[in-house]
Nanobody, 132 residues
Framework: QLNLVESGGGLVQSGGSLRLSCAVS???????????VGWFRQAPGKEREGVSC????????DYADSVKGRFNISRDNAKNTFFLQMNSLKPEDTAIYYC??????????????????????WGPGTQVVVAA
């Protein structure tokens, strides 16, 4: 079982930046390099959506159209941590941001791909509020 914890959320003015981190822990020999990882968000009244995902090798990265050119996902396998750098933030980026990690091949940055029972986990979420 994997355990994920996000950090770095908060209140920021429009045009500002935030960096989210997701620390992943598991069994004693766990290493982040074995799992695909992603960031998702859910705004009030809306469905959870994929923001950015990256496969195990780090050579396949997807971004939602709404964040392309502004957000950057990265992973530090040695520290079992991955990140979401968010620049030029807009009020419409306001949401609860969740990180997720899952074993298995990567196909798409959608929540269902990270919901296979017993193959991964989600963090509890961190709130991001972008003031106009």
């Amino acid at each position: 079982q994997l355990n994920l914890v996000e950090s770095g959320g908060g209140l920021v003015q429009s045009g500002g930046s935030l960096r989210l981190s997701c620390a992943v822990s598991g069994f004693s020999s766990f290493n982040l390099k074995y799992v695909k990882v992603g960031w998702f968000r859910q705004a009030p009244g809306k469905e959870r959506e994929g923001v950015s995902c990256i496969n195990t090798l780090g050579d396949t990265i997807d971004y939602a159209d709404s964040v392309k050119g502004r957000f950057n996902i990265s992973r530090d396998n040695a520290k079992n941590t991955f990140f979401l750098q968010m620049n030029s933030l807009k009020p419409e980026d306001t949401a609860i941001y969740y990180c997720a990690a899952q074993y298995g091949p990567y196909k798409n940055c959608v929540p269902d791909e990270f919901n296979t029972p017993g193959q991964g986990s989600w963090g509890p979420g961190t709130q991001v509020v972008v003031a106009a």
